[in-house]
């Protein structure tokens, strides 16, 4: 069983950063693949980034790359996402979540554990 909590979402203007973390309890943290999803009104959840069991590998969506790195800190429990260059197309409910599948999983459906969601506005 995981729990996972986000925060550092808020409000901010076209071109700026924010990072979100989302801190994971359970002593199997290190056992699953974390993802970063993001849900806008009206338009179905998708996978923005996405980070192996050690961290080793990481998927971006195309919409993302170049502007967001996902990281995890094992010490910690914890896993972030520095969005960098936003957009107002960013702005959504992002999700923490955490995957027993293999590899780098896009799917919803492969997420086990999901966090409640912060909301991110980036205003034009």
């Not at 409910?93 to 969601?117: E, K, M």
Request: contains cysteine; proline residues 2%; glycine residues 10%.
């Amino acid at each position: 069983q995981v729990q996972l909590v986000e925060s550092g979402g808020g409000l901010v203007q076209t071109g700026g950063s924010l990072r979100l973390s989302c801190a994971a309890s359970g002593r199997t943290f290190s056992s699953y693949v974390l993802g970063w999803f993001r849900q806008a009104p009206g338009k179905e959840r998708e996978l923005v980034a996405a980070i192996s069991r050690r961290g080793l590998a990481t998927f971006y969506a195309d919409s993302v790359k170049g502007r967001f790195t996902i990281s995890r800190d094992s010490a910690k429990n914890t896993v972030n996402l520095q969005m960098d260059s936003l957009k107002p197309e960013d702005t959504a409910v992002y999700y923490c979540a955490a995957s027993n599948t293999n590899g780098l999983p896009t799917s919803t459906r492969a997420y086990d554990y999901w966090g409640q969601g912060t909301q991110v506005t980036v205003s034009s």
